[in-house]
């Protein structure tokens, strides 16, 4: 077990290695820089020809890319030309936001998916099955930002019942309500993305289950004569249940990378909507420093998931 | 059929043309025929057949007598002029340039997008899975390495960054990029289904007669597996829609003069447009919906028509 996980850990090393070089190569070689729009239409070519030998843009790309590993390593991702303010300063305020959003949808999801994947085990090939099979189709093939489109129109615009830009009120007051008026403005991406996000986990548990049924351990209960409702709740959800808590890493990967159009729907100020805004102005360092986050994210979500299916299902360890 | 067989020692020409006729009618039907006989039995199915089809052949004639360039003029005289107003069907943007002929390019050009992105990605996946599976070792753990590598890339920021770096792209570059990063759905599927194809008795066969690898991979391994290339390929068409669109909706997809679903769809980040002239951006968003459901549906009745146990219509 230790050795898998360990050998999934060496093997991230490399790959962070490698994307660290090419995001920062790709970063490099946007056009434009940081500075010429930033600085008046006024300043002087010379000016901003210093700023970027200051600034030691005029380096080989390695030594730039030695710098900045250098400098990553003592937790300092640089200054934002933009914001004129730490990266990381800049990103971890952001990183609340999207992450508090994230955690938010998929205990919602959990909330929606685990119910219908039950059910619909339970009256396998029956109307509910049909329904939710439906349901889970539909959801699964419109694009996602079209949905939150329609619906911060719906709910946001049209019926007025959730607030359309922002994380947190500027009205509201410091402690409880500050707290309220947060959950309030992630509720509607949060029910959104929760309600057509169900498709994995409730496939998943509904064939996890669909198998449990048949299986000895439920035979033996049911001759035991254990209730029906009692079998179900305690013997195959239990048993459904750890392989389900394994989407939780995939589940907030795609989350993540959901979460460039879920912030510009909802000009929620998270690390999508940052990441979206630094294109526009060019701010290398806030971009690589995203991406590679973004990433890391990426990476440690799925190992998260394998480690937990590796331990529940030893079929799947890798050799 | 026994009797005649004894009967005659040497079969005659006659004999033979209704033997095999005889032997055609009784062997498993081609896979394109099942799956038409999948859609003649599936009634909606082949509504959303009809649908797509006609649609896609609409919106590529029609936009042949669009004149893009003078759609995409500003028109500050019709100004959101409402629907039906001024001849214009579907009303006018802030820019005053008419929705409908906009929606007819735009869905030609995301349509085509999406068929292109399909058929690279798709392409490049399979023969990614198909090497990748029957060369067991070394060959395999290098390209799954490229594959984790690739699965970790945040896709869409990736995309817009390289959108940025291209300074004049257009769609074909576009579809290009695209492909880049969608093409593990589709090898991971056939990967997997090529391990375990690749241990059956007539690969083996077949590799002790001395043929070539490339040979049994594209030309036996390939074909046996082809019901599960199209399934796939038809539910990642539907899928790649949203790929162009939702990139677009961004403002990092086709570029502004070019109209696209995703870009219909951006008008309503104006609180304006999203409240007031709805029809700026809703037929776009309904017809996304409208288009990925039904290309997804017939997916689904591709998949079962795949599926032996699921099939509505002829079965073997």
């Given at each position: ?319 | ?46 509504v959303a057949l009809i649908l797509v089809v006609t649609f896609i052949l609409f919106v590529m004639i029609a936009s042949l007598f669009i004149n893009t360039p003078k759609m995409m003029e500003t028109d500050i005289m019709n100004y959101n002029a409402t629907p039906g107003s001024n001849g214009f069907l579907l009303g006018a943007d802030t820019g005053g340039r008419p929705i409908l002929q906009q929606l007819i390019v735009g869905a030609r050009n995301s349509i085509g997008i999406a068929i292109g992105l399909t058929l690279i990605s798709s392409t490049f996946g399979i023969c990614w899975g198909l090497i990748s599976g029957y060369f067991n070792g070394y060959i395999d753990w290098g390209m799954q390495r490229v594959y984790d590598f690739m699965m ?165």
């Amino acid at each position: 077990m230790w050795k898998t996980i360990l050998r999934r850990i060496l093997i991230m090393i490399p790959e962070i290695i490698i994307l660290s070089i090419l995001v920062f190569l790709l970063a490099k070689a946007m056009p434009g820089d940081p500075f010429t729009g930033s600085i008046n239409p006024k300043a002087d070519p010379a000016q901003i020809h210093h700023l970027m030998k200051i600034n030691g843009l005029y380096d080989p790309w390695y030594q730039q890319y030695w710098n900045w590993v250098v400098h990553l390593f003592h937790g300092n991702l640089g200054n934002s030309y933009q914001y004129q303010e730490p990266v990381t300063r800049l990103i971890s305020g952001r990183a609340v936001n999207t992450l508090w959003l994230a955690l938010f949808t998929t205990v919602l999801t959990y909330c929606f998916a685990l119910p219908m994947g039950m059910y619909a085990a339970k009256h396998e090939g029956k109307l509910p099955d049909s329904i939710i099979r439906i349901y889970t189709y539909v959801t699964y093939c419109i694009p996602f930002f079209v949905i939150l489109v329609i619906g911060i129109w719906i709910f946001g615009y049209v019926l007025g019942w959730f607030p359309t830009t922002g994380s947190v009120s500027s009205t509201a007051n410091p402690g409880f309500p500050t707290i309220a008026s947060r959950l309030y403005h992630i509720l509607l991406p949060g029910i959104l993305g929760a309600l057509f996000g169900t498709v994995n986990i409730v496939q998943y548990l509904r064939s996890e289950v669909i198998d449990a049924k048949g299986s000895d351990y439920v035979r033996t209960a049911r001759s035991k004569g254990v209730p029906e409702k009692d079998i179900y709740r305690h013997h195959i959800f239990r048993n459904s249940l750890l392989p389900i808590a394994a989407f939780a890493g995939y589940s907030i990967t795609g989350l993540l990378n959901g979460s460039l159009f879920t912030e510009t729907v909802f000009s929620y100020p998270g690390m999508g909507l940052l990441f979206i805004n630094s294109i526009s102005y060019r701010d290398y360092t806030v971009i690589t420093a995203l991406v590679l986050i973004y990433g890391i994210l990426n990476l440690l979500g799925t190992l998260l998931s394998d480690i937990i299916l590796s331990i529940v299902d030893p079929r799947i360890r890798i050799q | 059929m026994e009797e005649n067989l004894n009967k005659h020692s040497d079969i005659s020409a006659a004999d033979l043309e209704r033997l095999s006729k005889e032997a055609q009618d009784e062997a498993t039907p081609s896979s394109s025929k099942i799956i038409w006989s999948e859609f003649k039995a599936d009634k909606p199915a082949m509504v959303a057949l009809i649908l797509v089809v006609t649609f896609i052949l609409f919106v590529m004639i029609a936009s042949l007598f669009i004149n893009t360039p003078k759609m995409m003029e500003t028109d500050i005289m019709n100004y959101n002029a409402t629907p039906g107003s001024n001849g214009f069907l579907l009303g006018a943007d802030t820019g005053g340039r008419p929705i409908l002929q906009q929606l007819i390019v735009g869905a030609r050009n995301s349509i085509g997008i999406a068929i292109g992105l399909t058929l690279i990605s798709s392409t490049f996946g399979i023969c990614w899975g198909l090497i990748s599976g029957y060369f067991n070792g070394y060959i395999d753990w290098g390209m799954q390495r490229v594959y984790d590598f690739m699965m970790m890339l945040p896709m869409t920021m990736m995309i817009i960054v390289l959108v940025t770096i291209i300074k004049s792209y257009n769609a074909v570059t576009l579809t290009f990029i695209f492909s880049i990063f969608y093409w593990e759905g589709t090898s991971r599927l056939i990967r997997s289904r090529t391990l375990s194809e690749s241990e059956k008795d007539y690969v083996a066969a077949s590799k002790t007669s001395g043929t070539g690898s490339f040979k049994i991979i594209f030309r036996e391994i390939m074909p046996n597996i082809s019901s599960l290339i199209i399934v796939d390929t038809t539910l990642s068409f539907a899928e790649n829609i949203g790929v162009e669109t939702g990139l677009s909706y961004l403002g990092f997809g086709l570029p502004i003069q070019t109209p696209s679903l995703g870009t219909l769809i951006a008008n309503a980040n104006d609180p304006n447009n999203i409240t007031q002239y709805w029809w700026t951006w809703l037929p776009a968003a309904l017809l996304i919906i409208i288009l990925c459901l039904s290309i997804s549906y017939i997916g689904q009745v591709v998949r079962r028509a795949a599926d032996a146990s699921q099939r509505h219509g002829i079965s073997d």
